[in-house]
């Protein structure tokens, strides 16, 4: 049997490739300008390599009753690899995923294809686009993973996407945010003030190591309605059981914790967003 080999190929951010994963038989790493995308795994979409995917999928396991089918919006697709476990642990959810990278959806159809009758649909759109598309009260979850290169755009860190991503929801709904910062926290105190003035329940959750400043990384916020009535709030303590019992573990922050990140920081507007900063060289790379 032939090992598998790495796939290059050209896409609109500029060189990407398919690694294999050599201890997995069908698990590859798609990566873009050297910087990791996805990974996934063809014979097992519930394996999710990388921590912050982890988080995501605790947070959809814990945010819903179990199996019940979502309607669910993907804002960044790379491989796929969400979608791919909403599909695999919730049957019947309908999902759409907007990418805006046209040679990221060409390689990862042809050689990561979806499962047939998944319930995925995969459209070449700008997030923001996307998001402002969709009819109000539409789907139970928007997962904002939208990077250009390394970092978050300008046009979804505002409080007119925020406001977008709450439109489409359903009372019960969870909005949630891949962001990536360092301390002194500017971009995640600016972001977490832009959720606040839109939904009434936050959190957060990240490595010790990032919240305590000590390095760059990911970090995810997590916005609900629910604090309205519309159901029970954010799964707080399961998700700290949760994360704090996953191979790197990661803090759920929220109430004084997020004030003290906020730090009197204000919502941020179209007219004033900014991309989130720079990674340190290597925080995001490899190879």
Do not use: W
Not at 248 to 267: D, H, I, K, M, S
């Amino acid at each position: 049997m032939e090992e598998p080999v790495p796939v290059i190929a050209a896409v609109d951010g500029g060189t990407a490739k398919l690694l294999p994963d050599v201890d997995r038989p069908r698990a590859y790493l798609l990566t873009v300008e050297g910087a990791p995308q996805s990974y996934v795994d063809l014979d097992d979409a519930t394996h999710l390599e990388f921590e912050y995917a982890r988080r995501l999928a605790h947070v959809v396991d814990l945010g819903f009753p179990p199996g019940r089918a979502l309607d669910a919006v993907h804002l960044g697709g790379g491989a796929l690899t969400l979608p791919r476990y909403v599909a695999a642990t919730r049957p019947g959810s309908r999902q759409e995923v907007a990418e805006s990278d046209r040679g990221v959806i060409a390689l990862v159809a042809r050689h990561l294809p979806l499962p047939p009758d998944c319930g995925v649909t995969v459209r070449a759109l700008d997030a923001r686009a996307a998001l402002e598309r969709r009819p109000p009260a539409s789907c139970d979850l928007v997962i904002a993973d939208v990077y250009g290169g390394a970092r978050v755009p300008a046009h979804v860190a505002s409080l007119e996407f925020v406001g977008a991503a709450a439109r489409a929801l359903r009372p019960e709904g969870l909005y949630v945010a891949n962001l990536a910062d360092s301390a002194p926290f500017r971009f995640l105190g600016s972001q977490l003030a832009t959720a606040a003035a839109v939904f009434p329940e936050l959190c957060l959750i990240a490595e010790p190591a990032v919240l305590r400043g000590r390095r760059f990384g990911n970090i995810l916020v997590v916005a609900a309605k629910r604090g309205t009535g519309a159901g029970p709030g954010l799964p707080l303590a399961e998700l700290a059981r949760r994360t704090a019992g996953d191979p790197f573990p990661a803090r759920v922050e929220y109430g004084p914790a997020l004030r003290r990140l906020t730090a009197g920081a204000q919502p941020v507007t179209d007219a004033d967003a900014v991309p989130s900063p720079e990674p340190p060289d290597g925080a995001f790379t490899i190879g």
